[in-house]
Every structure is written in C-alpha cells, then in structure tokens.
C-alpha cells in the first residue's frame, strides 16, 4: 500500500513569514480564473458584448468575496449548525476551517447577481463566462486537500495499487482511496476539458451555466461513494452523504435551467 507523504503544510518559510500550500492552492486557482476568462472574453460571443480585463478582475474580486463567505456560511448552516449556534464567536474562526463547496456555490451565486445588475448585464451572460473557468480552481482546492491529508477516502481493498494510508485518519493504519484525487480529476480537470469545449460552440444563454450545475453535481456525487463521511455526520438517509443530498438539486436545477434556456431561445428565434 502507498501511504500519504505527509507533506509539510508550509511550502516556503522566510523569516516570520510563513507560506502555506493550501495558500498557493488558492493562489493558482485565482491565476488560472484570470486567464482562463480573458481568453474567454476575447472569444466573439463575449467580444462582442463589450466585455473587458477590468470586467474580469471584478469578477474575480466578487467571485472571492462569494466564495469565502458563502462557503464559510454554507459549512455552518449544511454541516454543523448546532455546534456554530451553541459557540457563535467561532464563525468567522475561518483559519480553524471549514469550507462547504455547496455554500461557495450559492455565494457566487447571489455575488454574480450582484455584478450583473451593478453592469447592467444578463445573470447567466455572466455566469455562462465563468462557469467553464472556475473546474480549475476545483481541481487546485481538491490537491491543496490531499497535500493537507485531509478528507480522504473511505477504505479500500489494500490490493488496490493507488490504495493510500492516510496515517493522520482516526483509524490511520488501513488502506483508504485517495478521494482528493479523485475529485481533482473528476470535478476538477475532467469537467473543465468537458465544459471548455461545450462552450467554444454557440449555446443559448444560460446552457453553459445548466451544464456545470449538472456536470459539477453529476462528479461530485459519485466522488462521495469513494470519500469518508464526515464524523460527525456520517450517511445520511438511503445511505447517501451529505455532499450527495446536496448535489441533488444542483443536477435537478442545472437541467431545469439547460432545458429552459433551449426553449426561450427557440421562442425567440421563432419570433
């Protein structure tokens, strides 16, 4: 069996100054959003609506503040509300963790909306932009996850030649499936190669969006069949995961949104 390198979670120490991978995770996420979406701007579907770099950067900014507090609140209010409602000063103790990818989502969500009026532009114009930009960012978080060793996998059969020991899970001795891995190719590049291309051809506004709703919900529901519930969760009903109730409606309301787009643009051209 592998076992976790057990990394160090500081890539680079200067003096006082104390760099984290999981920071430079986000730090190459962030890059990746940047240029990912300038190259989507320059495309004639966007070009030609007046977008611009500085529209980008305040998307980014926008898309940061969505993501830390959405994904913050989300954690709260999804994982553990009892316990934040029980010790509320902790909340904001962003640095102790506890990041729910669900609640990020809605954060950029309402974030985007925001953007979108303050421009003047169409909600999904906007979020059919970033929506092939952002599996990258995934796939950074999910390796910032397995250089942490944290969320690993459930356990697996120790033939298995990828089977890993996560030596700092409460059972640490037994063979596990490197789940991070997993979602970072699934969720991550996977669905970025998918959704790259989807997009490079002409779709009705807000069919991009639908697609990442579903593709995203669709790899994050069969990723939790290989990851290790939360402890203090465990499987919720039907033996499912709590990441799998909530990917749930995400793949309900990217269909519901793909089918509708397809219908109001056959009514307009009909029109």
């Avoid at 985007?112 to 970033?130: C, G, H, N, P, Y």
């Avoid at 942490?148 to 640490?172: K, T």
């Amino acid at each position: 069996m592998l076992v976790h390198p057990q990394f160090d979670p500081i890539a680079i120490s200067l003096g006082p100054l104390a760099v984290h991978w999981y920071g430079l995770t986000y730090l190459a996420a962030f890059g990746l959003f940047l240029w990912l979406a300038t190259r989507k701007i320059a495309q004639p579907q966007f070009a030609s609506r007046g977008w611009t770099r500085r529209d980008v950067d305040d998307l980014l900014f926008f898309g940061v503040l969505g993501v830390v507090l959405g994904g913050r609140l989300g954690y709260v209010l999804f994982y553990k509300p009892a316990y934040y409602l029980s010790h509320p000063a902790e909340i904001l103790a962003v640095w102790k963790g506890g990041m729910a990818f669900h609640g990020g989502l809605l954060g950029v969500i309402v974030a985007m909306w925001l953007f979108a009026k303050l421009r003047q532009r169409s909600f999904f114009e906007v979020t059919d932009l970033i929506a092939p930009c952002v599996p990258t960012g995934l796939a950074a978080g999910r390796l910032g996850n397995f250089i942490n060793g944290e969320l690993w996998g459930r356990a697996a059969d120790p033939s298995l030649p990828w089977a890993m020991v996560f030596p700092q899970a409460h059972d640490g001795g037994i063979a596990r499936h490197p789940s991070q891995l997993y979602q970072f190719l699934g969720e991550g590049l996977l669905l970025f190669v998918l959704l790259w291309f989807y997009a490079k051809k002409p779709r009705a506004t807000g069919q991009v969006s639908g697609m990442f709703l579903i593709g995203y919900g669709i790899f994050r529901f069969l990723a939790e069949f290989f990851r290790e519930p939360d402890d203090f969760l465990g499987l919720r009903a039907l033996s499912l995961s709590q990441g799998q109730w909530l990917s749930l409606p995400m793949i309900a309301a990217g269909i519901a949104i793909w089918l509708w787009a397809g219908r109001r643009a056959r009514g307009a051209s009909a029109a």
